[in-house]
C-alpha cells in the first residue's frame, strides 16, 4: 500500500488524498506536523531534502516528492490524464500557473490568517498576498467561464490541482462570490463519484 | 513553423530555444521586451492573459504558455522525456522544484542584479533571495553528486528547464564553485550534440 506524509489542512497534501479518493486508491497516512517543525528534521530531510509535504511512497519503498508530480504518477493511467499530447500540455500549464501564481499567493495567505492567526509583523506579506491571489482566480474565472473544467467538459489533474486551495481560498481573505465560475466549478468538483473533504 | 514570443536573456525562454535547437525544430522568435511592458499590453494579454513569457504558438494557431508545460509539448515524444512513468514522475518532480524552489530566488535574484542594475529599494529582496537560491543549488549539487544528470544517466527536461537559470546565476550573486558537481552537470550540457547559447 501507498504511504503519504502529509498534514490534511495543506492544500498541496489535500490534492493527494482527493486524487486517491476519487481514484478508489488505497494508502496509509503519516500525519506530519509543518508547525512543530516536523518537515525540517534530520530523518524527514532524509526522505525529503527539499523539507516539504507532500511525500508518497510507493510500494517498492520509493519516494516521490512535489504535489503536482505525485499527481501525475497516480493518475497517469485514468480518466484524469487526457490522451493527446495537446490536452496533457494544458493540464502540466494548469499545474504550474498553481505552483507559480495560485499557491504562492491563496496558499500563503491563507497560512499567515489560518495557521499563524494574521501576526503584525505578517500583515504587509498577507496584504501583498491578496493582488496576486485575486489575479490568479480572476484568470481561472475567465477559463471556467467558457467551460465546466478547467481543459473542457471532463475533469482532469489541472482541476484536483486548483481545487485544492481554491475551495478554501476564503480562509486567507479571498471573496469567492466575485468569481462565480469558479463557485460553479467547485460545485462540479464536490459532486464527483468519491469525493472527499480535508479530513482523514 | 511554430512561433515562439521570448526575450532570450530570460533562462525561462531561453529554456524553449534551448530544446528546439537540441531537437532541431524549427521556429521564428519573436522579440517580446519585458522591461518596456509589452508583456502586459492588451495585444498581448489576448495571447497570454497571465501576461507571462514565453509563449507558443504551434502550427494550427493553438497557443501553449508556461515554460515547463511547452517543454513537455515539444519534447514528449523524444529522448528527453523517458519511457516509464516513475522516470516521468522525477522529471516532472524536477520542473515542479524548478518553478517553486529555483526560479523565484534564483531568476529573481539575476533581474534585479542584470535587469534593474541592483536599485537600493530592491536590496532587501535580493537578499532574501540568496539563501533560497543556495539552497536550491545544494540540492541539485547533491543529486549531481550521484549521477551524470538530474535523472540519471541521460539528459532529461529536467536538466534543460534547470539548466536556464542555473548557468547564469553567477549573474544573481550565486557563486557557482561551492557546487561542483552543478559546474560538471553545466559541462555536461554544453557538450550535447546541437546545444546553443543565450543567443539568436
Redo the contacts between chains.
Keep these: 500500500m501507498f504511504k503519504i506524509y502529509g498534514d490534511i489542512f495543506s492544500g498541496n497534501c489535500y490534492k493527494i488524498k482527493l486524487l486517491s479518493d476519487l481514484l478508489e486508491i488505497k494508502y496509509e497516512w503519516h500525519p506530519v506536523d509543518i508547525l512543530k517543525g516536523e518537515t525540517r528534521t534530520d530523518e524527514f530531510l532524509q526522505i525529503n531534502?527539499?523539507g516539504a509535504i507532500p511525500v508518497l511512497v510507493d510500494t517498492t519503498g520509493?519516494i516521490?516528492?512535489?504535489?503536482?508530480?505525485?499527481l501525475?504518477?497516480l493518475g497517469?493511467?485514468s480518466e484524469y490524464w487526457p490522451e493527446t499530447?495537446?490536452l496533457?500540455?494544458?493540464v502540466?500549464?494548469w499545474?504550474?500557473?498553481e505552483?507559480?501564481?495560485h499557491?504562492?499567493n491563496i496558499a500563503v495567505a491563507r497560512f499567515i490568517e489560518r495557521y499563524l492567526g494574521l501576526p503584525d509583523e505578517r500583515k504587509e506579506d498577507y496584504l501583498s498576498k491578496q493582488k496576486g491571489g485575486n489575479r490568479a482566480l480572476k484568470?481561472m474565472n475567465?477559463a471556467l467561464s467558457g467551460s465546466k473544467y478547467l481543459i473542457g467538459e471532463y475533469p482532469s489533474l489541472a482541476d484536483i490541482s486548483l481545487f485544492a486551495y481554491t475551495h478554501v481560498a476564503d480562509e486567507g481573505g479571498f471573496d469567492l462570490s466575485q468569481f462565480p465560475a469558479v463557485q460553479k466549478w467547485i460545485k462540479n468538483i464536490k459532486r464527483l463519484p468519491n469525493f472527499t473533504g480535508m479530513e482523514i
Tied chains: 1, 2.
Excluded at 516521490?64 to 505525485?70: C, K, L, R, V
Design positions: 531534502p527539499v520509493e516521490y516528492t512535489e504535489s503536482n508530480a505525485i501525475y504518477f497517469r493511467g499530447v495537446e496533457q500540455t494544458r502540466l500549464q499545474m504550474f500557473f505552483q507559480y501564481n499557491e504562492p484568470i475567465s
